[in-house]
C-alpha cells in the first residue's frame, strides 16, 4: 500500500488506518480484540458517514482472502466502466486512460524432454 502512495495512522484503540492517495478510500484494520463480532477489517469507498460501499471481513475471514481484496483494491490498472456507473459527486475525478494494447511475446519453443536414462545392468 505504501508503495502506491497510501497513507498509514495507528491508534492507540488498536486500530490502523489506510488511505488513499485521492482520499476516495481507506482500509480500517483493527488488531486489537474489542467488542465480540467486530470487524477485523472495512474498506469503503468515499465518506465513511455515507461510503458509496463499504466491505467488512470477521476476523475469521482468511487472510489470503483479505490480502486479495486489498490487493484489487488498490491495484493501478484502469477500470473499465461508463460515466452512468460513476457516483455523481467523484465524476469530477475521472481521467481518461491511455488504452494499451496486450503484446503477447511469441510462445517460447517447446523444451525438448530429458534424455532417458541409459540402460543399466541389474543383477
Known sequence: MFARGWSHEARVDGTQTFRSPDGLGAV?????????????????????????????????????LVAAFTASLISTEPLHRTVKDVPLDVRDRLYMATATTNQTSAPSAAIPPPASPAPRRTR
Open 28 to 64: 480500517l484494520h483493527r488488531f486489537s480484540r474489542g467488542v465480540s463480532g467486530d470487524a477485523a477489517w472495512t474498506a469503503w469507498a468515499g465518506d465513511l458517514g455515507r461510503p458509496h460501499w463499504k466491505a467488512r471481513f470477521t476476523p475469521g475471514a482468511p487472510t489470503t
